[in-house]
């Protein structure tokens, strides 16, 4: 994704600086490369390469359907995200067209749709066939979760409310529906619903106090460029952070809890004469273990979303000279805050969902 965003800055830059002033309105469209007319391989100071090419190409889809055309990028300058195309690649083609009807296109990246749709085939028919029936109702509140994000949460954000207030919500409907789906309606559910409630609630409050501790504003990244004046209103980009935060946890913290609610029911059942402390000692020895594997998980996680980044600050040229300077950087500080955070959220979702499970039992000896 960065990858495109960067692409994307690089042509808004290039349009920019034409000599003609461009409509606002754009149109695109998927080509195929039909010949590298001419192609000029450079090296940079820094000793990397790039490449410039003049390409011909047919357009595919649409009114234009049909037409060929050159896309010469011989005299640009250096983009260190430039694309090396070769016959027979499929590109989406921006159009745009300058006030006395001239025409430019601008190769924008790859069409990859057709790989996607390999890959979410694949996924789908792995979880349908090793998790039969289960499997399918995962799936069916995968996308459910995807409405609810794109039809509920986005427009709601953009339309100037709270994005902690609705990401919170949200998250409430996402978890109620992924657990009820895969679980069914049973004491286990209602269980974990209330257990990740409680955990998510602690989450929050820790993701509230420590983003106002690191004064961190949700402006760090690429993307907000993007998203300044998008929507009738203003966007929270602060509470755009916490509700990520939110959003990121909710997954992890769901496996934990369904896990733990079904080990003490599982110990329960195995030997009905422990105690609830007993239950509760011989649950937390799984969860203990449980906690270490999953925090490792949200850690690399958000350490591989952040790779570009590290391997920028480790060469240590200014402003990031020292360890210091580079933890003290927005991008890297927020990345530790929603870490930990979701780390110190997920280390006390096992306790709860433990002792809401074990309060749950019937008690059957003294405690």
């Known amino acids: ?17 034409l000599p003609l002033t461009l409509h606002a309105q754009e149109a ?9 007319i001419a192609q000029e391989d450079y090296q940079r100071e820094d000793g990397s390469y790039g490449v410039r090419q003049h390409l011909l190409l047919r357009i595919k889809n649409n009114d234009l359907a049909g ?10 300058f250096d983009v260190l995200s430039q694309n090396k195309y070769k016959v027979g690649d499929q590109v989406i083609v921006a159009h745009y067209q300058n006030q006395t009807g001239e025409d430019y296109y601008q190769i924008q990246d790859y069409v990859r749709t057709k790989s996607l749709f390999w890959l979410v085939l694949v996924f789908i028919l792995l979880i349908i066939a090793i998790g039969k029936w289960k499997g399918l109702r995962a799936l069916l509140g995968l996308c459910l979760s995807f409405v609810v994000i794109m039809y509920f949460m986005i427009p709601q954000i953009l339309a100037g409310y709270s994005p902690l207030l609705i990401g919170t919500i949200g998250s409430v409907i996402i978890l109620s529906m992924l657990i009820y789906l895969t679980e069914g309606w049973q004491k286990l559910s209602h269980l974990s619903i209330l257990s990740i409630v ?4 602690i989450t929050a409050v820790l993701a509230v106090i420590f983003t106002n501790l690191a004064n961190l504003l949700g402006g760090g990244s690429d993307e907000i460029l993007f998203l300044i004046g998008v929507g009738e209103n203003t966007i929270n980009f602060k509470g755009l952070l916490l509700t990520g935060i939110i959003i990121g946890t909710l997954g992890v913290l769901d496996d934990v809890v369904v896990s733990q609610i079904s080990l003490v029911e599982e110990i329960k059942n195995a030997n009905p004469s422990l105690s609830r402390k007993e239950i509760f000692n011989r649950a937390m020895k799984v969860g203990i273990t449980h906690i270490g594997a999953m925090t490792n998980t949200l850690f690399l996680a958000y350490a591989g979303a952040a790779l570009p ?50 309060l749950s039992q019937k008690n059957s000896s003294s405690n």
């Open 1 to 17: 994704m960065r990858h495109n965003l960067v692409s994307k800055i690089f042509i808004i830059l290039f349009l920019f600086f």
């Open 198 to 201: 409680v955990s998510l609630s």
């Open 309 to 358: 980044l590290l391997l920028l600050f480790s060469v240590q040229n200014p402003p990031f000279l020292s360890f210091f300077d580079v933890i003290n950087n927005e991008l890297i500080a927020t990345e530790i805050v929603r870490t930990l955070t979701g780390s110190v959220g997920l280390t006390l979702a096992a306790p709860i969902a433990t002792l809401v499970a074990v």
């Open 67 to 76: 037409k060929e055309i050159e896309i010469n990028n011989l005299n640009d």
């Open 28 to 36: 695109y469209y998927r080509a195929e490369v039909l010949q590298v």
